[in-house]
């Protein structure tokens, strides 16, 4: 079983939907990565959390530490935020590894 | 642009050549990693560079033999791969390996072993 889970695996949406992507981890970590990876394979770091909750643009991401849990979400869902998320974390004892999950494939229609 | 750069973006190879896939950071970091996403399997750490020395090694094949000449440059050394080796590398670079800071990916060199 991976450390790291993430939900739903695979997520279609209309453009202008909320969209809420969803981590969950069963370790200790020191922090949580999301991460965006485009068709082609570049991978784009869009936060870096150890706690609480972080706004860039239309994106927010939230981690609860004792739940071990963390969400992702776009408002004002858009056809060009459709790309792979990828949540990883930072083990405790791991020094700077990440751990990845197995990535959130969004689709945005039109 | 995340200020990492990768060659070749493309790499077809047979088992018994020898190439090399090379990663070059612009953003004055100190630490570098090799990372192989195979498909439907999340990314896979495969070697961590800090300050030019080898910091971590997850058990990968001598097949695959990283080197790191300077703080801006790395490169993964391959030979004899097997069809299963087939998978996009990436790189990235971050401030500094052991504070666990944001990382910076490359665009990745996608890799066919036939």
């Known amino acids: 079983k991976n450390e790291v889970e993430q939900s739903p695996q695979n997520l279609t949406a209309q453009e202008g939907e909320f969209i809420t992507i969803n981590c969950s981890y069963s370790?200790?970590?020191?922090?949580l990565h999301w991460l965006q990876q485009h068709p082609g394979g570049g991978i784009v770091s869009l936060f870096m959390l150890s706690s609480g909750k972080k706004k860039h643009g239309r994106l927010i991401a939230t981690i609860n530490i004792q739940e071990k849990h963390s969400s992702l979400h776009i408002t004002a869902s858009h056809p060009r935020d459709s790309a792979v998320y990828i949540c990883a974390v930072i083990i405790e004892t791991s020094g700077s590894r990440l751990t990845f999950g197995e990535g959130t494939q969004l689709t945005v229609n039109p | 642009e995340t200020g990492v750069t990768q060659t070749p973006r493309h790499l077809v190879m047979g088992m018994t050549n020898k190439k090399s896939l090379k990663c070059e950071q612009h953003l004055g970091h100190n630490a570098m990693y090799w990372y192989k996403q195979s498909a439907k399997k999340p990314l896979e750490l495969m070697f961590v560079y800090s300050l030019e020395e080898r910091v971590e090694n997850n058990s990968v094949p001598s097949r695959f033999s990283p080197e790191c000449p300077n703080s801006s440059h790395l490169f993964l050394h391959l030979h004899t791969l097997q069809p299963e080796d087939s998978a996009l590398y990436l790189c990235?670079?971050?401030?500094?390996?052991?504070?666990?800071?944001?990382?910076?990916f490359g665009p990745g060199t996608r890799l066919l072993v036939l």
């Open positions: 990235a670079s971050s401030q500094a390996a052991r504070e666990g800071g944001t990382q910076y």
């Open positions: 370790v200790g970590i020191s922090a």
